[in-house]
Each structure stands twice: as structure tokens, then as C-alpha cells.
């Protein structure tokens, strides 16, 4: 049953919002709609973990239909863990971006302090790679080639 069910967001977790906020924003034209800081008992109690707060933003761009939030969690007394070098580990994710001139977005990204993972691999319909941000949160550069008819 999906009456009555929307999809709101994606969600990435990031080392440090700040880099991350810049980075969305100069590839792919995000805009913060918000950001907050240190927001602590609202996520301690989302998350159940007493003492975790977080730094977060939900950011639109009018080129895509979806809302993308970055988060950044802190932990009082704990030592933050580096971010997953593996996206395929279960509670990894990406988000993907479908683009008219892959060489270049890929270059954009590169530019702007992102990695590529792999190598670009073709499909029957377009071409792919993985990418990590700056902050650790994985993207997904994607070309879908146009149905011929």
C-alpha cells in the first residue's frame, strides 16, 4: 500500500558539513533550504544513541526533483570514525546523478575535491562510475544514453 506515502529525501552522512555543503553546491548547483548545528537531543533520540548530536542541511537545486540532506553526527566522547572506503557494506549508499556530459561532470568533480573509485564503465545504456565527496559520502556520475527509435 503506497496511499498516502511520498518520497521526501536522501540522506549522506558526511565528515564535516561545511566541505560538504561547498561541494554539492559547486558540482551540482544543491542551495541549502537549511542548515543546523549542533543539534543534539532531537538526534540522541532519533538515533538512540545518548550524547550523539549532528550538523546537518537539506539542500534543493532546481535541476533535480529530490531534496538531498548531508549530516555530519558527533559523539560526545567517542572518537568519530573515519568514513567506509567500501560503498558496497551494508548501510553504505550513494546517490546517483544522471548528466548530459559525463567527461566533464567527472572533471567537475575531481576539480572540487571528489575521487573517482574505479574506472567509468558502459553499459547497453550509458556509461557509470563511483566517486567519493569530500566528507565521504559516495555519488554515482551516471550517462544514459538516448533511446534510438
Known amino acids: 500500500?503506497?496511499?498516502?506515502?511520498?518520497?521526501h529525501?536522501?540522506?549522506?552522512?558526511?565528515?564535516?558539513?561545511?566541505?560538504?555543503?561547498?561541494?554539492?553546491?559547486?558540482?551540482?548547483?544543491?542551495?541549502?533550504?537549511?542548515?543546523?548545528?549542533?543539534?543534539?537531543?532531537?538526534?540522541a533520540a532519533l538515533t538512540g544513541k545518548p550524547g550523539l548530536s549532528?550538523?546537518?542541511?537539506?539542500?534543493?537545486?532546481?535541476?533535480y526533483p529530490l531534496i538531498l540532506e548531508l549530516i555530519a553526527f558527533h559523539a560526545e566522547g567517542d572518537i568519530r570514525p573515519h568514513g567506509d572506503a567500501l560503498p558496497w557494506r551494508p548501510g553504505a549508499g550513494h546517490?546517483?546523478?544522471h548528466v548530459d556530459d559525463f567527461d566533464s561532470?567527472?572533471?567537475?568533480?575531481?576539480a572540487h575535491g571528489g575521487t573517482v573509485m574505479g574506472r567509468a564503465?558502459?553499459?547497453?545504456?550509458?556509461r557509470s562510475i563511483y566517486c567519493r565527496t569530500p566528507g565521504g559520502?559516495?555519488?554515482?556520475?551516471?550517462?544514459?544514453?538516448?533511446?534510438t527509435p
Open 95 to 97: 546517490v546517483a546523478f
Open 121 to 126: 564503465i558502459e553499459f547497453p545504456g550509458g
Open 9 to 43: 529525501h536522501a540522506s549522506l552522512t558526511v565528515a564535516e558539513i561545511d566541505p560538504a555543503i561547498t561541494f554539492f553546491g559547486a558540482v551540482f548547483g544543491f542551495e541549502p533550504i537549511f542548515i543546523e548545528r549542533g543539534l543534539s537531543d532531537d538526534i
Open 137 to 147: 559520502a559516495f555519488i554515482e556520475i551516471e550517462h544514459l544514453h538516448e533511446a
Open 1 to 7: 500500500m503506497t496511499s498516502g506515502i511520498r518520497w
Open 54 to 63: 549532528a550538523d546537518f542541511t537539506q539542500m534543493r537545486s532546481s535541476a
Open 105 to 110: 561532470v567527472v572533471a567537475t568533480v575531481v
